[in-house]
T-cell receptor
Framework: DQQVKQNSPSLSVQEGRISILNCDYT??????FLWYKKYPAEGPTFLIS?????DKNEDGRFTVFLNKSAKHLSLHIVPSQPGDSAVYFC?????????????FGTGTRLQVTL | GAVVSQHPSWVICKSGTSVKIECRSL??????MFWYRQFPKQSLMLMAT?????????EQGVEKDKFLINHASLTLSTLTVTSAHPEDSSFYIC???????????????FGDGTRLSIL
């Protein structure tokens, strides 16, 4: 049972344009959502997160939007840069605290072309 | 920021041997660490939660006797893959959250992973 889904396995965007990565979840107990960037043979790098009490969080070129009623979140990267090319995972956890577990989506491979 | 170090980064060994992977929190103390496994082109799957000074909590379907976890100090957790076989070949990643950042929502920080190849 895939509780966090990223339905687009890959996305190609031209440099300078906006990249929009989508994520859907089914567990209504999820309270905290994160986006990670991952290169091959490396661990995920934290990008940005959002709590369920918010619907938007922005950090530089990265903005995460949360639609709780639709159980949907998205990551916007603008402008996209070639260095953004990587696999992006969304993740969710049901509660706060150091012991809360993350459930990951299947990832979206972003390719930013020149 | 919080740094998690994992060692070794790559292991190749014969079937039947045991392999130990270390996960260290370098600039914070972690009472809880997490171990994940990732197969090629798949998601990260949580294997177990490592608790300092107590037994690890394993996810459903993960064999505790196969994947031994020890969290003997606040900065070190180890995962030992016992009697490894080719099907255990995978990418293993650990993570931890810095509790000093507060009790609120804080991200987990990941090590760089260990690629295990069993021949």
């Amino acid at each position: 049972d895939q509780q966090v889904k990223q339905n687009s396995p890959s996305l190609s965007v031209q440099e300078g344009r906006i990249s929009i990565l989508n994520c859907d979840y089914t567990n209504s107990m999820f309270d905290y959502f994160l986006w990670y960037k991952k290169y091959p043979a490396e661990g995920p790098t934290f990008l940005i997160s959002i709590s369920s009490i918010k619907d938007k969080n922005e950090d530089g070129r990265f903005t995460v939007f949360l639609n709780k009623s639709a159980k949907h979140l998205s990551l916007h990267i603008v402008p996209s840069q070639p260095g953004d090319s990587a696999v992006y995972f969304c993740a969710a956890s049901p509660y706060t605290g150091t012991a809360s577990k993350l459930t990951f989506g299947t990832g979206t491979r972003l390719q930013v072309t020149l | 920021g919080a740094v998690v170090s994992q060692h070794p980064s790559w292991v190749i060994c014969k079937s039947g041997t045991s392999v130990k992977i270390e996960c260290r929190s370098l600039d914070f103390q972690a009472t809880t660490m997490f171990w994940y496994r990732q197969f090629p082109k798949q998601s990260l799957m949580l294997m177990a939660t490592s608790n300092e000074g107590s037994k690890a909590t394993y996810e459903q379907g993960v064999e505790k006797d196969k994947f031994l976890i020890n969290h003997a100090s606040l900065t070190l957790s180890t995962l030992t893959v016992t009697s490894a076989h080719p099907e255990d070949s995978s990418f293993y990643i650990c993570s931890a959250r810095d509790p000093s950042k507060g009790a609120g929502n804080q991200p987990q920080h990941f090590g760089d992973g260990t690629r295990l190849s069993i021949l």
